[in-house]
């Protein structure tokens, strides 16, 4: 999902050997990615990103968002150490090869902690005047591990008082795609995989990590994020490229969590063949101290 939405740093920690990674990057940057748009724009909208802007975004994987803001004017830098495969991606779109008239000398894509943003002397970058983890928390138990502290080092590197954005799943009842995740949570742990939303009680709890990160939290705001798609086949793969089926295929089997997969989706597939599942996601406007 998006991410869309959605945590894939288990799959990475330990690769299940049925899962083809590239081929999953592919497929989130061709498919899934794009749901996300919605609260991408809306995000850009309300801080008036610009050429005034310089963003650095966590977990930016094929880098989608980064695209956005650059198209706006903004100077982007993106990090993602959990996913080389969808960072090849993101390099491809923002970095072409010297000479190349699309070439962005303001973007930076790289694949170290967000330590290692330093200038080629070894001083620090000028500082960031916005922060984003679009990835959104609140779908699995755990998905926010380790967050708040990766909020903590990047906003280290922002100017005092800039924004810093997270996002979450909606209420279960308003994400369609609540019912699909259940196939991974009953093919990989029964028990420890909620629905979106319904996360220890918090519903998707950005105040809580915005907390532990030492920011200040300064407004949210829900977006319909619908995920649509051309055909069941596409559902399938788009849903696969999240990564959230991963540990399910490595406890059971790839063609069993496809056929499980299919049957859930079936239910929202229209009468044209094709796809969609209504999903509303909320983001948290931060700011650092």
């Known amino acids: 999902m998006t991410p869309t939405l959605v945590r894939r740093r288990a799959a990475h920690a330990g690769p299940a050997p049925q899962v083809d990674l590239r081929a999953r990057a592919r497929d989130w940057s061709e498919i899934q990615e794009r749901m996300l748009v919605p609260l991408y724009e809306a995000v850009y909208e309300r801080l008036e990103v610009g ?3 310089r963003l650095l975004a966590l977990d930016c994987g094929s880098g989608l968002a980064l ?17 080389p495969e969808r960072l090849d991606l993101a390099r491809q779109r923002l970095l072409p090869p010297a ?11 790289l694949d170290g902690p967000v330590e290692d943003l330093r200038r080629a002397d ?26 708040a502290g990766r909020l903590a080092a990047a906003t280290h590197l922002a100017e005092r008082g ?57 407004g949210s705001g829900r977006v ?19 990564g959230l089926f991963d540990a399910a295929i490595e406890a059971s089997d790839h063609h069993q969590v496809d056929k499980e997969l299919t049957e859930a989706l079936h239910g929202y597939q229209r009468s044209d063949g094709t ?13 650092t101290r």
């Not at 209420?171 to 220890?200: I, K, Q």
């Not at 319909?224 to 999240?242: E, H, I, K, N, Q």
């Not at 796809?275 to 700011?287: D, G, K, S």
Request: charged share 20%.
């Open 122 to 147: 070894g001083s620090p970058a000028p500082a960031y005047t916005l922060v984003t983890a679009f990835e959104p928390i609140g779908g699995l138990t755990g998905d926010a591990d380790g967050l």
């Open 275 to 287: 796809v969609w599942m209504p999903n509303v996601f909320r983001y948290l406007i931060a700011r």
């Open 51 to 53: 050429s005034g802007t």
């Open 67 to 83: 695209l956005m803001a650059a198209s706006r004017g903004a100077a982007v830098t993106g990090v993602d150490p959990a996913s």
């Open 99 to 109: 000479g190349d008239t699309r070439a962005r000398a303001d973007a930076r894509v």
């Open 224 to 242: 319909a994020c619908p995920f649509g798609y051309a055909d069941l086949d596409s559902a399938v793969r788009g849903m696969l490229s999240t």
């Open 162 to 218: 800039a924004p810093v954005v997270l996002a979450g799943w909606g209420p279960p009842e308003r994400c369609a795609t609540s019912s699909v995740l259940r196939v991974a949570a009953r093919a990989a742990d029964p028990g420890a995989v909620p629905a979106p939303g319904a996360r220890d009680g918090l519903r998707d709890g950005l105040e809580e990590v915005a907390r532990l990160a030492g920011l200040r939290p300064d």
